[in-house]
Nanobody, 122 residues
C-alpha cells in the first residue's frame, strides 16, 4: 500500500503562493494517477488536480490557470504549485492515489495522506 505524507502548507496573504509536496512510499507510485483534493469543515472533499504517470493533468474549475500539479517519479513526489491564492482557497489539502473511477470523485482514491492546512488571509 502506498503511504503519503504532505507538506508545505501554511498561512499566506491573498495573491501569494505556496508549494505543496506529497512524498509517496510503496511499490506502485509510478503506475498510479495522483491527485490533490481539499476540504473545509462540514463539506465534502473537492477535487483540485490530478496527474497521470505520463504527465497529463486535469484541474478543478476554481483553480485552473492558478494551480499547477507536477510529479517527479524518480523522487516519488507530487507537487501542487499554488499561485494567486484567494481566501476561498483556504482548506486542508489532501494528496491521494487513485485506484479506479473518475478523478473528480474522492471515492476513486484508495489512499490518502494526513493533509496539510492552507490558510489565505484577505
Amino acid at each position: 500500500q502506498v503511504r503519503l505524507v504532505e507538506s508545505g502548507g501554511g498561512l499566506v496573504q491573498a495573491g501569494g503562493s505556496l508549494r505543496l509536496s506529497c512524498a509517496a512510499s510503496g511499490p506502485t507510485f509510478n503506475n498510479n494517477v495522483m491527485g490533490w483534493f481539499r476540504q473545509n469543515p462540514g463539506k465534502e472533499r473537492e477535487f483540485v488536480a490530478a496527474i497521470w504517470w505520463g504527465g497529463t493533468t486535469d484541474y478543478g474549475e476554481s483553480v485552473k490557470g492558478r494551480f499547477t500539479i507536477s510529479r517527479d517519479n524518480a523522487k516519488n513526489t507530487v507537487y501542487l504549485q499554488m499561485n494567486s491564492l484567494k481566501p476561498e482557497d483556504t482548506a486542508v489539502y489532501y494528496c491521494g492515489v487513485y485506484v479506479s473511477g473518475s478523478v473528480y470523485s474522492e471515492r476513486s482514491v484508495g489512499s490518502w495522506g494526513q493533509g496539510t492546512q492552507v490558510t489565505v488571509s484577505s
